[in-house]
């Protein structure tokens, strides 16, 4: 059984440039969460996806957009990249509320130059 | 992660047992998590206490809630060098139909012969 899988492991971009990151959550998860964590910081919540719509959002600006497919698989898209963006970017999954197992993948490093 | 406060480092002599505090403000928090970090991976849920609990414990993990103080506590016993890793703390209450998770800064344990 699969766990969360993240796509790619790293990746290097510079400033106004376009990202997309991908997940798959664990085999019968259905919610996708994706949170930012910069160098030394705990991860803070982008926004949370269910039934291929975004079910809650953090304080993240419009730059920051995702997807969810019928398969439950998330992309994480970030347009116009600032050095600021630069993080490791994880993916966690859960079934439905989510409310005692998030099971998280093991991120995408971002570098912006 | 500014309402989740956490000491930035611990440092253990195996076989001892290691306490990690946390204090968290929002009263309204439903569930707290720890979750631990090793280099280059994702968040593995280690525990979480719902809060009307005061006390769970998990094989060599106990958790103590002080709910009034807001104060939550990790205790790992007999402390091996492979629980040397971040370990976070996290508030989570309900938003929208699910549980997100505030994270703190992370306590760095480190665990020596």
């Known amino acids: 059984d699969a766990g969360v899988t993240q796509s790619p492991t790293h990746l290097i971009k510079t400033r106004g440039q376009q990202v997309t990151l991908r997940c798959s959550p664990k085999?019968?998860?259905?919610?996708v969460s994706w949170y930012q964590q910069a160098l030394g910081q705990g991860p803070q919540f982008i926004f949370q996806y269910y039934e291929e719509e975004e079910r809650q959002r953090g304080n993240f600006p419009d730059r920051f957009s995702g997807h969810q497919f019928p398969n439950y698989s998330s992309e994480l898209n970030v347009n116009a990249l600032l050095l600021g963006d630069s993080a490791l970017y994880l993916c966690?999954?859960?079934?439905?509320?989510?409310?005692?197992?998030?099971?998280f993948g093991p991120g995408t490093r971002l570098t912006v130059l | 992660g500014e309402d989740v406060e956490q000491s930035l480092f611990l440092s253990v002599r195996e076989g001892d047992s290691s306490v990690i505090n946390c204090t968290y403000t929002d009263s309204s928090s439903t569930y707290l998590y720890w979750y631990k970090q090793e280099p280059g991976a994702g968040l593995q849920l280690l525990t979480y206490i719902f809060s009307n609990m005061d006390m769970k414990q998990d094989q060599r993990l106990t958790v103590l809630l002080n709910k009034k103080d807001k104060h939550l506590s990790l205790r790992i016993a007999d402390t091996q060098t492979g629980d040397s890793a971040i370990y976070f703390c996290a508030e989570g209450f309900r938003s929208g139909g699910s549980y997100i998770p505030t994270f703190g800064r992370g306590t760095s344990l480190i665990v020596h012969p």
């Open positions: 085999s019968g998860h259905d919610t």
């Open positions: 966690a999954s859960s079934l439905g509320s989510g409310r005692d197992t998030q099971y």
